[in-house]
Each structure stands twice: as C-alpha cells, then as structure tokens.
C-alpha cells in the first residue's frame, strides 16, 4: 500500500503538469505578476473597502480538525485557527511583539505585568479575562495535557512544580484582577516574552473538560471559540468550515460577511483558481508558473522563514549526555566545504526547481529578522568553479591516479556521498543528482542515496553511519535566536557542529546580564556569530524560501508581511 | 446452510488473528512513527518527542504492544488516533456514511451500465457494437482512475461547470433540508461515475459471456420450439439464469463498498475511508491504519461468505453443508 501511494504520487504529478498546461494556455499572459515580496505586500483590489459579501479561502491540504491554539499539531490546523482566533500578542514585520488585547511592563526581563483591553468578547458572549489566559497555561502545563506546546509554558516559575503534581497552581501567576495579572519567570532571558505562550483559552466552555479529553472534545473538534473576527459556524470535517462575521469584534469593524473556507486537492488548484471557484490559496512554488498567466488572480509573495541547507556529518552526538562524544574525519577540513560551497550553482539550482520563489542565502538566520547578518559582512560564496578547484588543489585534493576524480590528501578513494529524503516527489531525485553533479563538475566523485523521509531524518538524527552529507531544511519562528539548532548540546544541531567559541556568543546574545535588553547589542553578537558559521560552513546554505499567495482580483485590503496575514477583519470582497 | 455459515465464521477466527499479527508487524516495520519526519522546532522540543513516544508505548517490547493493541481491538476499543487524537472509532465512523454513498452510488453506476451492455453484447455477440462495447470496457479499465479523475474535473467541473470539483457537500445549504440532499447527489455524483463508469469490464463480459452459453443451452433450443417469442427467451429465461454469477460479485464488492476509493477520494477530496487511509500511511497513524487494514480484511473474509451464501440462495442446485 505504501508503493501504491508513492505510485499515485508520481503519477499525480506528472498528469498534473499536462493537466496544468492544458489550461495555462488559453489565457494571454498578459495579467502581470504578483508584487515582489520585500517588506510587506498588499492584496489587489483597490479603492475603500466594501462591506458584505463572503470570501472563499483555499486550503490545499486537509485539516486534523484539531481547531484549538493549545491542541493543534499542523500549519494546515494553524491556518484554519487563524480565521477565527487570535493572540494576546502580535508581531510587527520585524517580528518583534506588540500589544494586541493584551499589553504589558517589564523592568527586568524576569516579571512581566499585563494589561488586558476591557471588553473583548469570545464568540459564546462571554468577556475575555487574565483568568482563561491563566486557564490557558495552566492546560499547557497540566500532566495529561497532549499536545505539544510545554516548552512555551516551562519557563515560569513553578510551572515545573504544578506538571509534576507538587504544587496546585504555577506559583509564577499572579492574577491582579480581571484585566490585569504578573507573571514571573524563573530567570530573566531576552526572549522571555516571545517564547510565552499568548493564547487564551475559554473556561467558561472548557473548565468542566478534563484536560486528557480535551483534545478529542467537541469544543475543539466541531464548535470550538476564539476571540477573532470571524466565528465558526459549521464544519463539515476534512472538508469545509463555514465562518461568519462576530459583531461583538472588539478591535473595530469587520467587513466580509462569511468566509467560507475549502479543501481542494493539489491537482485542482490552477483550475478553481481560474474559475474563481476560490479568492485566495497558499500556492506550491510548482504552481506559481502556471497561476502567473492567469488574469483574474495575482500572485502575492512575501519572505518566509524557511531555509535549506546541505549539512555536513562532523561528529556524533549522545543524546543521553547530550554531548558531541566523537569527531568525524572526512568533513573536518574548512577548505574543503569552502571548496564544495564555490562549486554550487545555487541560483540555477533554486531557479530550476523553485522556480524563482527562493533566494540564495549565505547564512542560517532568515533575512527577514532583525537579527540577520547583511551580506555585505558575509563571505558570499559566488559560483565559481575555478576557484573551487584550486582550493581544492591547495587542500590536497588532487587526482593521483588519473581516473578523472579527485582523492583526498592521504591518495585514498574520495567520495562525497550525499543522502537526500524521497518522499513520491519526483523533483527530489533531480534536485538532489543536481548537486552531486555540481560536485562532480570540480572533481569530487559524487553519489547520491534517496532514503525514504521518515528513515531519513531518524537516520539523520540518530548520526547512522551512512550519512555524510546530506539535504535538510528548517523553519524558524518568530523568536529568531538559532540556539535550538546550533549549539553542540542540542539533539537538533545535525551536522554536530562543535564550536565553543561560537556557542558562547550565542549564550551571550540571551544573556540579560551582557546584553541587557538592548536590541542592537544582541544583533551585534549574532552577527559575529554569523560571520563565523558563515566561514566555517558546517553546512552548506543554499535558499530561503519565499511563502506565495494566490489572491482573486475582487479580493482587497489582504497584506502580508514576514510575520505571515494581517487581520481578517480588515479584508474584503468587491463584486 | 446454518452450520455452514458457523463454521466458516469459525473458520474465520484463525485467519484473522493471522492477518492481525501480519498487519501488526507490516505497520512497526514501516521507519519511522508518528512523531519523527520533518520537525518544526517552533512547536516542539526534543523531550517532548521523547515523553510522548514513552506515552503512546512505542518504547515497549513489540510481542507487549502486540498484545496491547489486539486485547483493545478484541474488546472494540480500535486505539486513539495519533494524528486526530480522536479514537478512531469514531474517526472511521465519520467517514463511513460518505465512504457508502460513494460507494453505493459507484456500484447502481455499474451495473446499469453493465446490465445494459452485457445485454445487448450478449444477444448479438462479434457483431460491430459488441466490440465496440468490449473496446470501450477495455480502455476504461485500462485507464488509472487518478487520470480520469483529472480529467473529469477538469472537463465536467470546470469547463462544462455541471458538478462541483472538489467535496461532499455545499456548506452553505442548511443540513438536513432537501437542498442538502440533492447537495450531496449533486456532489457525490463525478466521483461516482468517474468510479462506476470505469469498472463495468468485468461484469459487462461476465454477463455477456453466460448469455452466449445459456443460449446455446437445451432450455432455450426448447422455448424457440414452443414459438416464444426472442425477446421473452433473452429478458426471462436466459437473463434470470446469467445473473446467478453475478450475484457472486456482491460479496466482492462488499469490501470495495467500505473500503472506499483511495485515489479518487483524494482527488475530490472527498471526505471517505479512502482518503483517511492514505493520510494515515502518510502520517504514520498506526492505530487508524491497522484498524482500517483489519475492518477491510474482516469485510473482505466476510464478503466471501457472503457471497458463497448468497450463491446458495439463488441457485437451488448448490448445496451448503
């Protein structure tokens, strides 16, 4: 059944691109093409908003249905959550925090006090207090709680207490009043505040639910609440929900009457897109060519916070010490990856298979967050083969026994064998032979191994044998402090890279004492440590990612920034 | 026929605990589980994983979490769904009523059509529109049912804007009102036909094949000689004769019924067993994918029995026991 599902995978892809080009042409390019995504991007409808009418929001995947910030485990979940609810706090498109319902004080990074807005309703009628926010976190930190946001919630003071059953609420709330309450940490940190989780819950439906059966319970499931907007009223499971618009909104008016959001298989998208079946969708980079021609959409991008990269195995990792216990040989010589990075051709790499919804990168922070190195600081690594080839010569690797490739300098066999993760995706083989062509091109004997994803990333995190270097991506969020996936005692830093110099700026970039809360003094310190990883190259970086909207003409007042969509609240439909 | 039916659902009972260690070994030998494959750090950490694969018993020995799963299967409690946290009973529940109307639908498609086809085929056999009904069976069973799909909605949905592409109902029409009803036929219809329409081969020479035999038959040179009339000869007594081995199908197709249509579900996104299926081996959703795989293997045993009582039933001249 598995090789069936990859067959159709396959097979799906390859119909859908005749499929796709059938109705590409017959339509006159002549619709331009999407604003380029620098900062901010606005929908496309113009003039004063319109009032009324109801919007059809595409969904190319379906959701789990488990339609609760607390609960929810997918971005396709996190999507449909975000018609409806949203957070205390938001983000500019610097992604730094501002206040939304709730603001707050702090004098030393450690106690927060917030202020809640007076007023703000959930959609049972019921007025938002601190009361379900600390519901909220209590849930979180419950024993039985499922879901996955524990470390959001771990960093207050007692919260380690109360999940272990010592202590019957976390010591590190103090509720005020209704609108006001303080909240500790157990230590003062920069990202305190962003790495809270600033979701409110609703007691006034879900304090009777024992928190083991919240998830799996119908206020989640099929009537859940929020304080958005827009207010469910009807899910049809795996297929549609039907929102309409709360007139007890408490941040100013609202103007569609409903939206009304569907699921659509890949293979439909361009063709409901063009029918006006559907106002706006996420789009595959895939689509993006055969959606461009299309008169009545546009194409919106905007930066997003993914990257890739190809890792190098430079050690090996013990999660139950978490340390680096061995070093590994092969990789461990800079010129070599320098080599490796000069022989890439990463803007023809990312325009044949992200078809120019990418950008070459440099370095593993997003561009969009403030803390990112400009290129002018970073070594930028331009294709170049020559020089790759003489660094490599330089190096020791050189030819010696004239069978065209390179050995390495002891005059052994040297062969880069790049593993990539297989997923039905037939662009993944191509992508990843592409790569190990570019190597081969400069004289490094290149093979290729597709593993099947879920082996691959065990075989990744579990450093097996057989992985050398290998392709991998990751998302960052709106904390953009890279310590997660960096430090040498972290399970998540895959190439096992070990640098202890390295790892104390970026200790010290969330060292209250060192960089008090001044924001240009922790840019400071993660620019130097970016100019480091940026010469070292424990991986190579290849691209960031760029997240595409699909809007209808008719459909205004939508904009978009790094942060992800402004409110719903403010878009609208012309007829 | 009572005995015979016990003791093939004894006979039954091996077979399935076979069948569930199979299935039990197939689903942990897949890599990976439902927690591993791409990770988002935002929402997760490395302890989490770790406590939520002590949680789910992925750490136990395989002969435990065997019998763990088989003592709550044996007594109907199929498991929580690790993707939907739901149990998964209720999971499968949701989509059946979608998952039989499509099927159903699918299956009054065929065989009209097959009915019609074997008839005619039948009562004029190597002529020209025997062929062409033999040509036309054989391409649409040759033709994979995610290309007609496409092309289904792309042409009937699209171009031609009859049916809706992608769905089981409008979610606008008020639930249980008569527009919700003709909402659903409306919606259920092109996945139905791109189904029915697409396996009628079987059935269609099936019948036309028995028809030719029955009409060579001793019977039929009989009623010719009384003077009955052909058409009488074709519509009763040969038809009622070459519908026995149909019957037989049912049973068959009393697994396909539940099972859903795993491609096509998906195209439409039509909210089914199918598709269920396919996004439990993609997510590794264990207990959902060793529940369906066991119901679809019960209904399978099951719709084998069925059919050999069912050929019992409507042919004397078979005896059980």
């Known amino acids: 059944m598995k090789k069936k599902s990859l067959l159709w995978l396959f097979a799906l892809v ?56 607390a609960f929810y485990g997918i971005a396709t979940d996190a999507e449909v959550i975000d018609l409806f609810d949203e957070a205390l706090i938001s983000y500019n498109e610097n992604l730094e925090p501002e ?84 909240i500790t940490f157990d230590e003062a940190r920069v990202n305190n505040l962003t790495n809270l989780w600033a979701y409110p819950l609703p007691e006034s439906v879900l304090g009777d639910v024992p928190v083991a059966e919240m998830s799996a319970s119908e206020w989640v499931r099929s009537t859940p609440i929020g304080i958005g907007p827009f207010k469910v009223d009807k899910i049809v499971p795996g297929e549609s929900v039907e929102f309409s ?36 969708i996420s789009l595959q980079p895939v689509s993006g060519p055969e959606v461009e021609p299309l008169e009545n959409v546009e194409i919106v991008t905007y930066p997003g916070l993914t990257y890739y990269y190809v890792g190098f195995k430079l050690g090996k990792f013990d999660n139950e010490s978490q340390t680096i216990t061995e070093e590994l040989p092969k990789y461990q010589s800079k010129e070599l990856r320098q080599a490796m990075m000069y022989a890439l051709n990463r803007q023809e790499w990312v325009d044949a298979f992200f078809f120019g919804y990418a950008d070459v990168v440099n370095k593993p922070v997003p561009s969009a967050h403030w803390n990112a190195a400009d290129d002018s600081e970073l070594i930028q690594y331009e294709y170049d083969p020559e020089k790759s080839k003489q660094m490599l010569d330089e190096a020791g690797y050189v030819d010696t026994n004239d069978d065209g490739f390179r050995e390495d300098p002891n005059g052994d066999e ?18 990843a032979q592409q790569i190990a062509q570019y190597f081969e091109e400069v004289g490094l004997r290149s093979e290729v191994e597709m593993v099947e994803v879920n082996l691959y990333y065990d075989m990744v995190e579990k450093d097996d044998a057989s992985i050398e270097t290998f392709f991998g991506g990751w998302g960052t969020g709106t904390d953009p402090d890279p310590s997660g996936l960096w430090k ?3 399970l998540w830093n895959y190439p096992r890279y070990n640098n202890p110099e390295a790892d104390q700026l970026l200790d010290d970039a969330l060292d209250i004492e060192i960089v008090g809360t001044d924001q240009e003094k922790r840019k400071e310190l993660y620019v130097e440590w970016q100019k480091i990883v940026n010469e070292e190259l424990p991986m190579l970086y290849i691209a960031e990612l760029e997240e595409i909207k699909a809007l209808n003409t008719r459909v205004g007042g939508v904009e978009y920034d790094v942060s992800g969509q402004n409110s719903p609240a403010e878009w609208f439909v012309t007829e | 026929m009572l005995k015979y039916s016990i003791r093939r659902l004894l006979g039954m009972i091996p077979m399935l605990i076979l069948i569930s260690i199979v299935v039990f070994s197939l689903a942990k030998l897949m890599p990976g589980d439902s927690l591993s494959g791409e990770i988002d750090p935002l929402n997760t950490s490395p302890e989490y994983i770790a406590e ?99 092309f289904a909605i792309y042409i009937f949905a699209f171009q031609l804007n009859w049916f809706p592409f992608a769905g089981s109902v409008d979610i606008l029409v008020e639930e249980g009102s008569f527009e919700y009803y003709v909402s659903r036929m409306h919606h259920v219809l092109l996945p ?54 149909l019957v037989t199908f049912l049973g068959f197709d009393f697994a396909a019924l539940i099972g859903g249509a795993i491609i096509t579900e998906t195209i439409f996104t039509y909210p089914g067993i199918g598709q ?10 264990y207990p959902t994918l060793m529940a369906l795989t066991m119901l679809l293997s019960f209904l399978t045993l099951f719709g084998n029995l069925l059919a050999d009582i069912l050929y019992g039933v409507v042919d004397p001249r078979i005896r059980l026991d």
């Not at chain 1, 007025?127 to 879901?147: H, K, M, Q, R, S």
């Not at chain 1, 569609?256 to 706006?280: F, P, T, W």
């Not at chain 2, 094949?209 to 040179?221: A, L, M, P, T």
């Open chain 1, 14 to 69: 390859l119909i859908l691109s005749a499929f796709l080009a059938a109705c590409g042409g017959s339509d006159d390019a002549s619709s331009e093409s999407g604003s380029e995504g620098d900062g901010s991007s606005e929908g496309t409808a113009e003039g004063e908003p319109q009032k009324g009418g109801t919007l059809v929001y595409g969904l190319d995947a379906p959701p789990e249905g488990l339609f609760s910030s």
């Open chain 1, 414 to 431: 040297f062969v880069v064998k790049f593993s990539h993760y297989a997923t039905g995706n037939p662009t993944f083989e191509s992508r």
């Open chain 1, 99 to 182: 206040p939304n319902v709730a603001s707050w004080e702090t004098e030393d990074n450690k106690v927060f006090n917030f202020k809640f807005e007076e007023g703000v309703k959930w959609h049972n009628g019921e007025e938002l207090t601190v009361n379900d926010w600390v519901f909220a976190l209590e849930t979180i930190a419950d024993p039985d709680y499922d879901g996955p946001r524990y470390a959001n919630v771990q960093t207050i003071e007692g919260a380690e207490a109360y999940r272990s059953g010592d202590a019957d609420s976390i010591s590190g709330i103090e509720v005020v009043s209704d609108y006001e309450i303080n």
């Open chain 2, 192 to 245: 139905a036909i791109v189904l029915g329409a697409m396996s009628t081969a079987s059935y269609t020479q099936f019948l036309r094949n028995d028809i030719i035999e029955n009409s060579r038959k001793d019977f039929v040179r009989t009623a010719r000689a009384k003077g009955t009339p052909i058409k009488k000869i074709y519509n009763v007594h040969i038809l009622r004769n070459s519908i026995i081995p």
């Open chain 2, 52 to 150: 939520m694969r002590e949680k789910l018993g992925y750490n136990d020995p395989l002969p435990v979490q065997y019998f763990n799963w088989i003592t709550g299967f044996m007594q109907g409690d199929f498991g929580k769904s690790t993707r939907f946290q739901i149990p998964v009973f209720d999971l499968i529940m949701e989509k059946v009523p979608n998952t039989l109307l499509l099927g159903v639908t699918a299956l009054v498609i065929t065989y009209i059509m097959a009915f019609i086809m074997g008839m005619y085929s039948g009562r004029r056999p190597y002529t020209l529109g025997d062929n062409a009904i033999a040509g036309f069976n054989y391409v649409m069973l040759a033709i994979p049912s995610f290309v007609a799909a496409v």
């Open chain 1, 245 to 280: 618009k709360f007139d007890e909104y408490w941040n100013g008016e609202v103007n569609l009457d409903k939206i009304v959001l569907r699921v659509i298989d890949n293979s439909s998208v361009v063709g409901a897109l063009q029918n006006n079946d559907i106002d706006m």
């Open chain 1, 488 to 490: 040498a005692d972290q």
């Open chain 2, 276 to 285: 269920l299926f396919l996004e439990s081996v993609t997510s590794r959703d």
